[in-house]
C-alpha cells in the first residue's frame, strides 16, 4: 500500500505565502507524476499543478505566476509553493502521485487533502 500525507495548509491573509508537502510512502518501487488539485466549496475537483518524473511542469491559468510545483525525488514528495493568495485560492487541496511497483502495476494515488483559506 502507498500513503500520501499532506501537510502545510491552513489560513493566510490575500497577498500571502503557503508552502504545502505531501510525502509519498509505503510500497514504492517508482513514482511517475506527481500533481496537487484542489475543491472549492459547491465546485468540482480542479488541476493546480502538475510535474513528471523529469521535471516538467504544468499549472492551471489561474495559477500561474502565482504557484510553483517542484519535487525531491530522493524523498519522495512533492511541494506547492503558493505565493500571492487570493480568497478565489480558498480550497481543500489534494496531492497525487502515479507510482509503480516492483512488479510493474502502475496505480493513482491522492492524499486526504488539506485545508487552505484565504481571508483577511
Known amino acids: 500500500q502507498v500513503q500520501l500525507v499532506e501537510s502545510g495548509g491552513g489560513l493566510v491573509q490575500p497577498g500571502g505565502s503557503l508552502r504545502l508537502s505531501c510525502a509519498a510512502s509505503g510500497s514504492i518501487f517508482s513514482i511517475g507524476a506527481m500533481g496537487w488539485s484542489r475543491q472549492a466549496p459547491g465546485k468540482q475537483r480542479e488541476l493546480v499543478a502538475r510535474v513528471t518524473s523529469g521535471g516538467s511542469t504544468n499549472y492551471a491559468d489561474s495559477v500561474k505566476g502565482r504557484f510553483t510545483i517542484s519535487r525531491d525525488n530522493a524523498k519522495n514528495t512533492v511541494y506547492l509553493q503558493m505565493n500571492s493568495l487570493k480568497a478565489e485560492d480558498t480550497a481543500v487541496y489534494y496531492c497525487?502521485?502515479?507510482?509503480?511497483?516492483?512488479?510493474?502495476?502502475?496505480?493513482?494515488?491522492w492524499g486526504q487533502g488539506t485545508q487552505v483559506t484565504v481571508s483577511s
Open positions: 497525487n502521485a502515479i507510482v509503480g511497483s516492483m512488479s510493474s502495476v502502475w496505480r493513482e494515488y
